[in-house]
């Protein structure tokens, strides 16, 4: 099979799991117990004024046809109006999107270099007391609550050395990059030591490869042989752990822009989960999960791109 | 803050690593004692409030300081760790269990009941954990029990890939073709012959789940979805703290490091185990 039937076929493999989350979506709303249209006229609402806005949004019409409706309305870009602030969710959504990206963007442009570096010097000192300390720092970084590391770093670096802002997303890009620099090292402390884990074992691995033993029997120097060949061979399985953690950046975002009070996307979504606002919570779930398809498709075709050897 | 796919099932050396797995048995044992006898352990009454007591530091009366109604904090994270010890083991063991049963299914049958059940798979991870479980736990409202049931529907899926690549392999192994050659059921040999051969990473990735799901809960608690008040959790603990953390930073940094402490027991238990059972 040739590289571009494999994509092709890679995008037909998409067909279901679109379909599927757009069900779940609209199930999520479905089967949850509350009422969004009594929600959204408030208590003093009269019954019959209810039952009209319900026929008016279609609630009152078989499931089926219903989510017929639902997914005419998604091909035409409408996510539904806020119940809370009255307008389209999906500019809502659109209007503080810039803000996460630029975090996620953030913690990968702190994370990646970090997690370089560590990850060769845990492998080339292998057992010896700097590949121990990385080691420590790596599980203590995944046990640590994220929310009590930011919490703990504002205090530190806001409150007392007054370096950085507490709370915020500033005007400016340079004010932005001065606001998120808090939040992103928080969650660049959580996500390094699984990327770190998992470059130094696929370091290992490949330092011990037969075409390592044969380039040292030619008398290539260690450095060379590292550089040229260890480090181009691991990256590929490390480049596929990015998407995967890219996906949960996105979702692990969520708590860190609630301690720092960021207005991204994870803090509409906590308020809208907090006000009951169905839309919303209904939208931003969807398109979190058209995000997390999008990253890991576009690491899938990338890896492939790269190395013919792998298998979509 | 989210539970890891499967792929994070640690990879190392074969070693014993007596060190490492006694060091987290210890730990988990510890929290576990302290969890079960919280009452008799914790020198106040976890909800006592006491406003002639309020942002006390931590000293002789309080050896951990107090919060802003005057309330133990020492005690409170004693009785927190009944919630946060609960929520690791509950918002493991039913998404082990589903994810088990699909995961063998899946893989011993093959054919068309593979492919719908991997299509389920492919669906629910398309959702980033953490949101798929605030979406549900807010859509059937604040409290752990929706938090067990939000953590059923979408934790299932690692353990089932993992399983059902380990079934595919077994699945030819001559002790189950002869099995099959004996006549044996289905059932039968996937619970008394595959099962007990795949159950290994299984264990270790159950064991770091558990660091993900603590977290995750802890997380919960903290947005205000989680446990509610007055019910001591140590994630809704830092949140209480968090408007005082200027003046009173005790309240934070003690459950935070009861709650790193455990995820820590958890997470060499995990390692540990993996070098000695599945290393290459």
Redesign the interface.
């Known amino acids: 099979m040739s590289r571009a039937q494999a994509i092709l076929m890679r995008l037909l493999?998409l067909i279901?799991?679109l379909i599927?989350?757009t069900v779940?979506s609209f199930l999520?709303?479905k089967?949850?117990?509350?009422d969004p249209v009594r929600l959204m006229m408030g208590d003093r609402a009269t019954e019959e004024a209810i039952a009209v806005v319900r026929a008016q949004l279609g609630f009152d019409l078989p499931l089926w046809q219903q989510f017929a409706l639902y997914v005419g309305n998604l091909l035409q870009g409408d996510l539904g109006d806020s119940i809370r602030y009255r307008i389209p969710v999906a500019g809502l959504i659109l209007g503080v999107m810039p803000r996460t990206l630029f975090l996620a963007g953030y913690v990968l442009c702190l994370a990646v270099p970090l997690t370089i570096i560590l990850a060769v010097l845990a492998a080339r000192h292998a057992g010896r007391w700097i590949d121990q300390a990385i080691r420590v720092f790596s599980?203590?970084g995944?046990?640590?609550?994220?929310?009590?590391?930011g919490?703990?770093l504002?205090?530190f670096f806001g409150?007392e050395l007054k370096w950085f802002p507490v709370a915020g997303y500033g005007e400016t890009f340079l004010e932005h990059l001065h606001h998120l620099f808090l939040p992103a090292l928080s969650t660049a402390i959580?996500l390094v030591p699984?990327l770190v884990?998992?470059l130094r074992?696929s370091l290992l691995e490949q330092m011990g490869a037969d075409y390592v033993t044969a380039s040292r029997s030619k008398g290539l120097p260690e450095g060379y042989i590292f550089r040229r060949h260890v480090l181009v061979n691991s990256a590929l399985p490390t480049l596929h752990?990015l998407g995967?953690m890219v996906?949960?950046l996105?979702?692990?975002s969520?708590?860190v822009e609630?301690?720092y009070a960021v207005p991204g996307l994870g803090s509409l979504?906590?308020g809208?989960?907090?006000g009951?606002d169905?839309n919303v919570?209904q939208g931003?779930?969807l398109f979190?999960?058209l995000a997390?398809?999008l990253v890991t498709l576009t690491v899938d075709i990338l890896s492939t791109l790269l190395d013919p050897r792998v298998k979509l | 803050m989210t539970a890891l796919p499967a792929e994070f099932v640690p990879v190392s050396r074969k070693g014993r690593r007596t060190l490492e797995i006694g060091l987290g048995c210890g730990i988990l044992a510890a929290w576990l004692v302290i969890a079960l006898a919280a009452d008799w352990l914790a020198p106040a009454d976890p909800d006592a409030i006491d406003l002639m007591a309020v942002l006390q530091p931590p000293g002789m009366d309080h050896w951990l300081g107090t919060d802003q109604l005057g309330r133990d904090i020492l005690t409170r994270i004693m009785h927190g760790a009944r919630v946060d010890i609960a929520m690791s083991v509950f918002g493991v063991l039913p998404a082990m269990l589903i994810g088990v049963i699909v995961g063998l299914v899946s893989g011993y049958f093959g054919g068309w009941v593979d492919s719908l059940l991997m299509r389920l798979v492919d669906i629910t991870v398309a959702f980033p954990f953490f949101v798929l479980v605030i979406a549900i736990v807010g859509m059937l409202g604040p409290g752990l029990a929706n938090f067990f049931l939000a953590l059923a529907l979408v934790g299932w899926v690692s353990y089932a890939r993992l399983i059902r690549s380990e079934v595919l392999v077994l699945r030819d192994a001559e002790f189950v073709l002869a099995a099959r050659g004996l006549g044996y059921q289905p059932a039968y040999i996937l619970l008394r012959h595959v099962l007990p051969n795949a159950m290994a990473p299984i264990a270790v990735y159950a064991m770091s789940d558990a660091v993900m799901v603590m977290l995750a809960g802890a997380s919960l608690g903290f947005i205000g979805l989680g446990v509610q008040p007055p019910t001591a959790e140590w994630g809704a603990m830092i949140a209480d703290g968090q408007p005082f953390i200027a003046m009173a930073w005790w309240i934070c940094l003690f459950p935070g490091l009861a709650a790193a402490s455990l995820g820590l027991g958890f997470l060499l238990l995990s390692d540990g185990l993996a070098a000695r059972w599945i290393s290459k």
């Open positions: 493999h279901p799991v599927g989350i779940v999520l709303v089967l949850s117990p509350g599980v203590v995944m046990t640590v609550p994220v929310f009590w590391l919490v703990m504002a205090r409150l959580w699984l884990r998992n074992a752990l995967v996906a949960f996105i979702g692990g969520v708590i609630i301690v979504m906590i809208a989960v907090l009951r169905y919570i931003l779930t979190y999960a997390t398809v």
